[in-house]
């Protein structure tokens, strides 16, 4: 059995995420899916592992210092949500796990207040359970150190920040605690968080995130592709006022994003998130997209995100040198380059139902055609109502 230590043990963006939703959608409810993109095959027994280490989430709960550290480090959020977090407790009853032969099957539902903090612990257990029970053997712990600091070596030539994000595929929360703290110690400046807010606490680094797509995702089930980006962002700031403004472009493509992002947010986000595509055709059109406004872009920062390793990094950064400020979020290449092949595993939410309303499918239209996501007519249709083609 694999067990987490800590409900912080999750991306800070579902925690951000869960507090817009307790103020604006408290009522509204989710379904969420596994998506196994790599075809993975699971070895007898698997599913019933998972299920005994997802009961074992129900007996997570808050800390009081981990509360005092989250309250400290985000002002930005009422007070109110602490104590909320401090009596809320995982329900496996939320969650279904089922395998035949070899496949694996994982359903989520509930209200989405709750159910959207179960996406990044389940991916984490699914990988670390997955290399336990495939008796596949790591590289030691020096070596995996040797790996980082190869990496950091490199980065630090390019004079560039770059933040963890590798939570949900890593190996195994080991081969990530050791890498955030290989990563803390090394002598520059590049590294500058993580999105894991307990390993963020731990190593007394910054905690990083925004929202993730299912947040446009919802809104455009309820109200409609065509306002599912402005009102995202509209809702986002209400709730942060400024705090947190780095705003997530491709749930429904680039070019979509850019025709609802106004002067207004434009000028209100700080900068915007990189997470599919080809990351050289989206910087360009970001710059453009601020030199139209009359923004500088030097003002503002793109987050790449997508799949990054250094020769990526180091394209980009080239690039982007001198005309938009930039920063990497780099995941699994930091938290599962350990010696084995690494899962291309989902977990995404595949319905909503917004208060007052019926289930609706919920669909993400990447702007790297292969990763769409959720029902194929449903995305056909979007694809029609928003001028999309792939």
Known sequence: MVRLISILDNDFYKF????AVIKLFPKAKARYQFINRGNHKYPPGFGEKLSESIKELAKLKLTKEEKTYFAENCPYIDPTYFDFLQGFRYDPDEVKVVQKGTELSVHIEGYWYRTILWEVPIMS???????IMTNQQRVNDEE???IVESKMKKYDKLDITIADFGTRRRHSFDVHNLVIKTLKEHPSKTFIGTSNLYLAMQYATKQIGTHAHEWFMFHAANYGYKMANLLGLENW???YRGDLGIALSDTYTTDAFFKQFNKKLTKLFDGIRHDSGDPIEFA????N????QGINPLSKTIIFSDGLDYEKVEKISSFCKGKIGYSFGIG???TNDVGLPRLNIVLKMTETLPEDSEWTPVIKLSDEPMKHTGD?????MAKRYLHIDD
């Open 16 to 19: 951000t995420m869960q507090y």
């Open 125 to 131: 257990l699914i990988c670390e359970l997955y290399y």
């Open 144 to 146: 995996v150190i040797e």
């Open 237 to 239: 700031a209400d709730v």
């Open 284 to 287: 360009q059109k970001t710059i």
């Open 289 to 292: 997209h601020y030199t139209s």
């Open 332 to 334: 699994t290449d930091f």
């Open 376 to 380: 194929r007519e449903e995305i056909e």
